[in-house]
């Protein structure tokens, strides 16, 4: 490394007739630090001197410039590359240069520099780069240049061109960055990259990040691209990026097979070949069928000559600009355009072809031209100035994404083309193809229909208005049109009008039933509030798809949240059913217990909505006997989880319960009576997904549960055997508060309404039990049983849901009806005199689902 103030590194100015060796690390700097440190504002004046080139060729060099590296080494042949040195004494071309100083700076300010093809390789180029050469700025203002050819007065020629199939790179911190210039003077025949050449700079308004810059006075023929070519700004707002710019007018080819990115800018330019006036060819290939696709990111900017594009492969996303000349577009293969095109005031042609595609507003300029689709290709965008365009549509799809009057000259639809229309009702306006002279429309031609909202859609709408009609394009129901919407083409060959008539389907035709068929029209009319959801649904081509979206849009009402309170509170009571349930003291007056529950159960979706639930609860409780019965109070907590299968909307509830409660027993017959009152808080999160469009809801309110039950049994024990018949009655009611969603948007929030459900049930079973151990219960024991029998509903319904979304007419949801079912339970105790554990787990038939329950106790005496 050489560090002084304007210091060059290496020189040549001087004829030499082979190429310098330039194969080894030469780094240029006049600054103190390399790496920039975090505070700038200490640095004095001699800690930021600019030092020179790295790699100056001032000088002729008859056998060409290589900045070189190794060949792979082989044992057979120990100079590969013929280049006169052993391949193992080799090493790589790394020229580095910390400044504003080109890294490799050729050409000279006092005479002409020649540089004749470099003899190894046999390529033809006068100057290859196999290693790296990198420019840095580093600091504040200071400019990166990389590798510079001319613009010092002197002219230079370099044989063929240059290659780069290593690394050319150039990085500022804030300022301009340069990777590879062709300067004034210069004549460069071609430049070929298979490596990479970059920029990285510009956060400052007036600077630029350029890869190749070819300037005024210069001279480049061709430029061909298989590596990388790209310029990345730094700042989004002042920050220019130019993959490729020549400002001398001369590249008149430009191929690709590779990247070329202008990008991280305000203005992102891939391609500027504005200052060419006598046309340019640009292709974009792929290199191999293995190849990777190629790409060009940026907007391309081509002269005023006739300019030809044509693009058999890979994408090309930004604006495609045109200057005057005829010009033509053609794309093909796989290929994908994203962006506009704007043609000249020349002729304009466009061609796409096999199954190429074109997203982006296109401009004709006005001139003469045609636009010709084949196979399945497709454009996408607004027309406009295409009144002298002949459009021939021999397969693919031509969408105008404009309203009102597109003019063509002429339209031709074969009969596996559609022409696409967008039809804005808001502003009553739609896609009108005005064609001045014939329109012709092969049968199996379509019209593919591009809804802008829902309401407002139905209608007859003009789309061909033609000086002479043929034919009539069809309307697909299942391909062209939104699924919730049906329609019709009808063609006046007098008039020379195809009109287009769409009418919402209706609940039956959409073959809805239950609950989305009763909410669908309040649905249909909400999705217009957000915009990205009324796209999602016109999006939709089949009813699957329909429902599932419709499911979501439902607020909770097929019952799972009644089920879910009254599973708990029903577990936690079950203890009174129990004769050997609750312990008292050795004077026979007070007991204790704690318990611990769990429970789940099920529902399909019927006509309303599937659930799951899961929850559990514990609870504790106290009683004292008397000479009435024994009397006593619970307490519990509650959590369950209601989460819909059809969906991903869910409901979770806190349940806070406190009851009362008398036992009696007189020998063998146990009686039992409770009430109770519950504090439930309900905390409900609905998801709307489709495609990239996702919105969440989310709603908060309260309910109270109020319960009465009793029961009645006899136990005929018989030995270590025992049979319980019983019978009991169970009354819920649940009042549920409404609520108002937030965090959906306006198309998904819905506002709920109160709701009152009530059940009363009768149950009927028959427990056998089996007491092993000690028959005495001051002595340890244990006790088996089993249980079977059925709940039968005979009062009561689920409450209606009736909800509204803002501005939006009520709807009502009405839950199915809950069932009866057969009970099964399985349950073990254990303990002694002052202590006891037990546990149960027990079906219950539901919904034509198994609902599941555990429950854990512990009783003892103090």
Request: aromatic share 6%; charged share 15%.
């Amino acid at each position: 490394m050489i560090k002084s103030c304007n210091a060059l590194t290496l020189a040549h100015c001087d004829a030499v007739g082979s190429r310098p060796p330039q194969q080894g690390s030469i780094v240029s700097t006049g600054y103190r630090y390399t790496t920039r440190p975090t505070d700038v504002t200490k640095l004095d004046a001699d800690d930021l001197l600019q030092g020179g080139s790295a790699v100056v060729i001032a000088g002729n060099v008859s056998g060409g410039i290589i900045f070189d590296v190794p060949p792979p080494l082989d044992a057979t042949k120990p100079d590969s590359d013929n280049d006169g040195l052993p391949d193992a004494s080799e090493g790589s071309a790394a020229i580095t240069a910390y400044g504003m100083a080109a890294a490799v700076q050729v050409g000279s300010a006092t005479q002409a520099t020649s540089i004749g093809a470099v003899a190894a390789g046999a390529s033809g180029y006068g100057l290859i780069v196999n290693g790296s050469i990198a420019g840095y700025g580093i600091y504040n203002g200071v400019d990166a240049n990389a590798l510079a050819i001319g613009g010092l007065g002197g002219a230079v020629t370099v044989a063929k061109g240059v290659q780069v199939r290593g690394t050319v790179s150039a990085i500022s911190y804030d300022s301009n960055a340069t990777g590879l210039r062709v300067g004034s003077g210069a004549n460069v025949g071609a430049i070929d990259v298979s490596g990479t050449v970059g920029a990285t700079g510009s956060s400052l308004a007036g600077t630029a990040a350029r890869a190749i810059v070819i300037d005024t006075g210069a001279s480049v023929g061709g430029i061909s691209v298989s590596g990388t070519v790209g310029a990345t700004a730094l700042d989004t707002t002042k920050g220019t990026a130019i993959a490729i710019l020549d400002n001398a007018g001369t590249v008149s080819s430009l191929s690709n097979t590779g990247k070329i990115s202008a990008a991280g800018g305000a203005t992102n330019i891939a391609v500027d070949l504005r200052a060419n006036a006598t046309g340019i060819a640009l292709s974009q290939a792929l290199a191999s069928s293995t190849a990777a696709a190629p790409s060009i990111t940026g907007d391309v900017y081509l002269g005023s000559g006739n300019d030809s594009v044509g693009i058999s492969a890979g994408t090309l996303t930004g604006n495609l600009l045109f200057g005057g000349g005829n010009d033509t577009l053609a794309l093909s293969g796989s290929s994908a355009m994203t962006g506009g095109v704007s043609f000249g005031t020349g002729t304009s042609n466009l061609t796409l072809a096999d199954t190429a595609t074109l997203t982006g507003d296109v401009d004709f300029g006005g001139g003469a031209g045609s636009l010709t689709l084949n196979g399945t290709s497709a454009i996408r965008g607004a027309i406009s100035n295409a009144g002298n365009v002949a459009v021939t549509l021999n397969g693919g799809t031509l969408t105008a994404t404009n309203t009102g009057s597109i003019a063509l000259a002429s339209l031709t639809a074969g009969s596996t083309s559609s022409i696409g229309v967008t039809i804005d009702p808001s502003r009553s306006a739609n896609t009108i193809y005005t064609v001045a002279g014939a329109a012709s429309f092969a049968s199996g031609s379509q019209v593919k229909v591009n809804l802008m909202q829902v309401r407002g859609s139905a209608g007859d709408y003009v789309i061909v208005r033609a000086g002479s009609l043929t034919g009539s394009p069809a309307l697909s129901a299942t391909t062209t049109l939104p699924y919730i919407f049906k329609g019709s083409t009808s063609a006046d060959a007098s008039a020379g009008t195809v009109t287009l008539s769409i009418a919402p389907k209706t609940v039956a035709e959409l073959g809805l039933r239950g609950s989305t068929a009763a909410a669908y029209p309040a649905i249909f009319n909400a999705l217009d509030n957000d915009a990205a959801v009324a796209n999602a649904y016109l999006g939709i081509a089949d009813g699957t798809t329909l429902t599932a979206n419709l499911r979501q849009m439902l607020p909770d009402h097929a019952g799972g949240t009644f089920e879910a309170v009254t599973s708990g509170s029903r577990a936690t009571a079950r203890i009174l059913s129990d004769p050997n349930g609750i312990y008292r003291t050795a004077d026979g007056r007070l007991g204790f217990w704690v318990q611990q529950v769990g429970f789940g159960g099920a529902k399909s979706v019927g006509n309303t909505a599937s659930y799951d639930i899961t929850g559990w609860g514990a609870g504790g409780g106290v009683e004292y006997l008397t000479d009435w019965g024994a009397f006593g109070g619970s307490i519990a907590y509650i959590h369950a989880s209601d989460s819909a299968g059809s969906s991903s909307n869910s409901v979770d509830s806190d349940q806070y319960e406190a009851a009362a409660h008398w036992r009696g027993q007189w020998g063998p017959l146990q009686a039992f009576a409770r009430l109770s009152a519950a504090t439930i808080s309900f905390d409900g999160t609905r998801h709307f997904n489709s495609g990239n469009v996702t919105r969440t809801a989310d709603g908060s309110w309260d309910g109270r549960l109020y319960s009465a039950t009793a029961g009645l049994s006899y136990q005929l024990q018989m030995g270590r055997f025992s049979l319980r018949p019983a019978a009991g009655v169970d009354y819920y009611r649940l009042k549920e508060d409404g609520y108002a969603e937030s965090g959906g948007g306006d198309a998904f929030d819905l506002t709920v309404l109160g709701r009152t459900s009530d059940e009363t049930t009768v149950n009927g079973t028959l427990t056998a039990g089996y007491d092993f151990g000690s028959l005495n219960k001051d002595d340890g024991w244990f006790r088996v049983e089993l249980e079977g029998g059925r709940r039968q509903i005979v009062g009561g319904t689920l409450g209606d849901t009736t909800a509204y979304f803002k501005g939006g007419d009520r709807f009502t949801l009405t839950p199915e009806v809950r069932t009866n079912g057969w009970t099964g339970r399985a349950r073990l105790y254990g303990g002694t005199d002052t202590f006891r554990v037990g546990g149960e787990v027990g079906a219950e038939e539901q919904q034509n689902h198994v609902a599941l329950s555990l429950r854990a106790t512990v009783n003892f005496v103090l």
